[in-house]
Structure formats: C-alpha cells, structure tokens
C-alpha cells in the first residue's frame, strides 16, 4: 500500500520560508523521480519542482530560484524549501511519483498560506 506523508506548511509571511517534508510508505523513492504539486485556490494541481533518479532536478518557472527540491533516500524523505515565499505560493502542497500519478492516490497535502 503507498502512503505519502506531507508535513511542514503553515501561515507565513511574504518574503519568508518553509521546508516540506514528503515521508513514503510502499515505494521506494530512490528508484525513481519525485515531484512536488500545487494546488491553489480554484485552480489546477500543477508540478512545482522535481527530482530525477541521479539527484538532477527541474522547476517550474514561477519557482525557480526560490525553491530547492531535496530527498534523503536513508529516510525514503523528499523535501522542498521554498524561500521568498510570495502569496501566489499559497496552496495546498503534495508530493508523488510522476509514474505513479495516473493511479490517482494523493496524499492528504500540506496547506501553505503565505499571507501578512
């Protein structure tokens, strides 16, 4: 059965920072790449950030160079640290395997509000 576990959203102001952490039960991150979702209010879930077998990683436009995707494959972990958080960075944030979308599990996500 695969389980993800996403932890570490919360309320934050523009210009500040948080780290997500994505913990998974029934698959085996290190063997494949690993993505992070957004979905924000009214909108679509869209993939934010992604890491490849081999540690190389890709983000989308509106993140890049503020976000850094991460994993520890002792802890089967992938992490996203998201810096000069903007309020478009708010929404609820997911973590799955790209090959492993189409079955259509999620995990509960993790709200990230970033408000003053």
Request: hydrophobic share 35%.
């Amino acid at each position: 059965q695969v389980q993800f576990v996403e932890s570490g959203g919360g309320l934050v102001q523009p210009g500040g920072s948080l780290r997500l952490s994505c913990v998974a039960s029934g698959i085996i991150f290190r063997t494949d790449s690993v993505g992070w979702y957004r979905q924000a209010p009214g909108k679509q879930r869209e993939l934010v950030a992604q890491i490849f077998i081999g540690d190389s990683t890709d983000y989308s436009a509106t993140v890049k160079g503020r976000f850094t995707i991460s994993r520890d494959n002792a802890k089967n972990t992938v992490y996203l640290q998201m810096n000069s958080l903007k309020p478009e960075d708010t929404g609820v944030y997911y973590c799955n395997v790209p090959s492993f979308v189409a079955s259509g599990y999620w995990g509960q996500g993790t709200q990230v509000t970033v408000s003053s």
